[in-house]
């Protein structure tokens, strides 16, 4: 997909995000000068669109700083700077105060080669998230550039996410190991780069479980898996991507905390963007836990997963 088709989907597709945050904005601060009434409003918008209470207060604390600073005085001019803060925050994962002072802070993109072997990916997330479609599509992205790929089926709980795998595999020539329902996902995720490793494949996508209703003994599972992946390739796993269903507002931001808890988080997938009312979500993410958005998704096919673009989403947000 061009990339102006897909800036096109993304803006299409957050139209109700961008009535609720840009909207709301221009309602606030068109109305000319800036006065202290204006803050409580901003807040009041913020909120709304599922920015969340920290975050929010953290910015509207920001445009205070900026129009004192720099002596904005008129709607217009906060509206713009606000979008100017945002678009630093997503492009740096950073505060926008540190993306301002040193604009080098952070790196959206996925390196997805290894000089001493393949380039091991974990992908995990709730159940529902899209987890187990993404590691499909990222794999199929990585065979259309003539990369070889084995993919690791470790929800083992979930005989449908094996299922989902395979029928990937099948599509995008990707190699697969799978085992068992209620199989060691360690053992798999083991399996997994070991056979990599032997067929001297360029990389491991390795597809882990999301059953949150049993916190304590995934968050183990998930660590075993990044330990036991470590001791097979050392300083594997190389990213640890984790996917967030963008519908869920300010849950996801709940699920991400979870998640990094066990997990050494590099970067975030969010997913089913299309539709929601909720993409301020991302802005929290940002935020509260300074983890780059790797990847958008907008839609079912393939290529409607894209690497994320900071000034192409505030854009698709604010225009």
């Not at 084995?150 to 990937?168: H, K």
């Not at 070991?194 to 479980?209: E, H, Q, S």
Request: aromatic share 4%.
């Amino acid at each position: 997909m061009a990339e102006g088709t897909f800036f096109s989907r993304l803006r299409d597709s957050m139209g109700k995000a961008r009535e609720r945050l840009a909207g709301g904005l221009r309602s606030v601060l068109g109305l000319g000068h800036v006065d202290e009434s204006v803050y409580g409003k901003l807040e009041a918008v913020l909120i709304q669109a599922d920015v969340g209470v920290e975050t929010t207060t953290q910015l509207v604390a920001e445009m205070r700083t900026r129009v004192r600073e720099e002596g904005i005085t008129t709607g217009d001019a906060l509206f713009n700077a606000l979008r100017e803060e945002l678009t630093r925050l997503m492009q740096s994962g950073t505060t926008g105060h540190e993306a301002r002072t040193n604009p080098a802070l952070g790196d959206h993109a996925v390196h997805w080669s290894n000089p001493d072997g393949p380039h091991v990916t974990l992908v995990a997330g709730v159940n529902g998230s899209g987890k187990t479609t993404t590691t499909g599509k990222l794999s199929a992205k990585l065979r259309t550039q003539g990369r070889s790929v084995v993919m690791g089926a470790a929800d083992t709980f979930r005989a449908a996410a094996a299922e989902q795998l395979t029928i990937w595999s099948e599509r995008s020539g990707a190699e697969i190991v799978r085992s068992t329902e209620g199989a060691d996902p360690a053992s798999v995720a083991y399996d997994a780069v070991d056979k990599a490793v032997a067929r001297k494949a360029d990389n491991v996508l390795i597809d882990t479980a999301g059953r949150l209703h049993n916190k304590v003994n995934l968050m183990e599972e998930l660590k075993k898996v990044q330990r036991v992946v470590a001791k097979r390739l050392p300083g594997a796993p190389h990213e640890v991507l984790l996917v967030l269903d963008a519908t869920t507002g300010q849950n996801g931001l709940q699920q991400a905390r979870l998640f990094t808890e066990a997990l050494t988080v590099t970067g975030i997938v969010l997913t089913k963007l299309d539709g929601t009312a909720k993409g301020g979500m991302i802005i929290a993410i940002q935020r509260q836990l300074g983890i780059p958005i790797k990847y958008i998704g907008v839609g079912e096919g393939i290529d409607d997963l894209q690497p994320f673009d900071a000034e192409a989403f505030v854009a698709a947000l604010f225009d």
